[in-house]
């Protein structure tokens, strides 16, 4: 029963950070272009080596 004193306060901090960084990456931007990674690796950019 000691054991439970300990975890629960220890398992809602760990929630309540994995909720600030999850808000942080929200408000940072982090989620605003899905789709660019996926469509950016079919374009071939690279200079092509010299003679």
């Known amino acids: 029963m000691t054991s439970l004193?300990?975890?629960?306060?220890?398992?809602?901090?760990?929630?309540g950070c994995g909720l600030a960084a999850f808000l942080w990456a929200?408000?940072?931007g982090q989620f605003d272009d899905l789709e660019g990674a996926a469509h950016r690796i079919l374009f071939d950019d690279d200079e092509p080596p010299r003679a």
């Open 5 to 15: 004193l300990l975890l629960i306060p220890l398992a809602l901090f760990l929630g």
């Open 26 to 28: 929200l408000r940072s």
